[in-house]
DNA sequence: GCATTCAGGATTGTTAACAATTTCGTTTGA
DNA sequence: TCAAACGAAATTGTTAACAATCCTGAATGC
């Protein structure tokens, strides 16, 4: 129970790249983006980048108009916001759920490494990097107890994320998942899923 | 408040089409799905068919695996399907409630027309057509009420459907129908959502 | 007989060129 | 002065060719 694809899937880790500076703030809201400027800089042809924009498209972060490319999503409403949210929350506590009773050493192992990742990005006061070590972290559980629902549960996140990062306090964002990850490997799912709900907010 | 894009997004039209083929069960599970046998019958190159492809793989209908192209994605258990279930619901609920205070006299008439579309459908008992009329009708609430998560609704909704599709008894779904259309022009909410819980199973 | 190796054919991945469309500044006309 | 028409540049959409990878089945060695 243990594989991190690092293949290449459809430009996926263009894809990644991209993520990430969106939710770091890189581009305005409604800024149109490029296709040639990307392909040029990830050193490929506009096929690949193409790849790349539609997944970011269907994920929700990019919104696309026919013969004009893609642009940054407008944020959602606070209705919408929280209705993603508790999406989100019925889907991850699904998944720590099964986590939970089924992970083993290489698991933890695995969890620990990230956290270690997350609390070094907190340290580090880095937004971009606290964002995505934060994502994967909750992604490993999410990927491991159901492959099947990944995807759906990381356009939901991506998208909650967008509205308005609550990543501003890094303490705290250090506490949180190390409450989480501690009541996982204490194999506790009361507590787990408590300081979750008190995370995913 | 009605526009229906006909426009053609990233080979979306081609997206249709094998996604309704996939509902009515035209390809077998872990059916390999090959872009240049598409790419003929649709009479275009593979670019538009992979851009459909990847548009499907992100909706969850497809899985991919590098260097071997798409296959047609293994059903949800049944407890990720009733996860499923309920964020959808949750999401469609949402959706209705907003529709419902919004909807002028020309989106009672689109929706008419749906569920007049739906009805003949069921009259015809063709799957694939009650499927696609099905969808329809749901997704226009959705649309109208939250552009912004139509296709989260949709990646949950296909994904629902594929599992079993209840579509056998086509007497009901025409009926269950009729009363969430008919709830919706009394904007009675609570009948509405009643009858759309009664539906969405 | 059985596993391994090695073509070749089939399939996906990538690219560059071309077609279609939009954008934007300039000209034109009233 | 302003608005419409025009055209060049920029951008997206599509295509066919090529590269890389995977699959299949026959040949090979044990």
Redesign the pocket.
């Known amino acids: 129970m243990s594989n991190l694809s690092s293949r290449?899937?459809?430009?996926e880790n263009i894809c990644d790249v991209i993520r990430r500076e969106l939710l770091s703030g890189k581009f305005a809201f409604d800024e149109?983006?490029?296709?040639?400027?990307l392909?040029n800089r990830f050193?490929?042809?506009?096929?690949?980048v193409?790849?790349a924009l539609l997944r970011l498209t269907q994920e929700g972060v990019l919104v696309?108009?026919?013969?004009?490319?893609?642009r940054v999503n407008s944020p959602l409403s606070d209705e919408e916001r929280s209705v993603v949210v508790e999406m989100r929350l019925h889907l991850e506590k699904f998944c720590l759920e099964k986590f939970l009773t089924r992970a083993d050493a290489s698991d933890f192992d695995q969890i620990s490494i990230l956290l270690e990742r997350l609390s070094s990005a907190c340290n580090r006061a880095s937004l971009p990097e606290v964002a995505e070590c934060d994502l994967a972290l909750h992604r490993y559980w999410v990927a491991q107890a159901s492959p099947h629902l990944e995807s759906t549960w990381l356009g939901l996140s991506v998208r909650m994320i967008m509205k308005y990062s609550r990543l501003t306090n890094y303490d705290e964002i250090e506490r949180e998942h190390s409450n989480i990850v501690q009541a996982i490997m204490e194999r506790d799912l009361k507590k787990a899923l408590f300081f979750l709900e008190a995370n995913v907010i």
């Open positions: 290449i899937e459809f430009g149109p983006i490029r296709e040639q400027k392909a050193g490929t042809s506009r096929g690949p193409r790849d696309y108009e026919a013969n004009k490319g893609v």
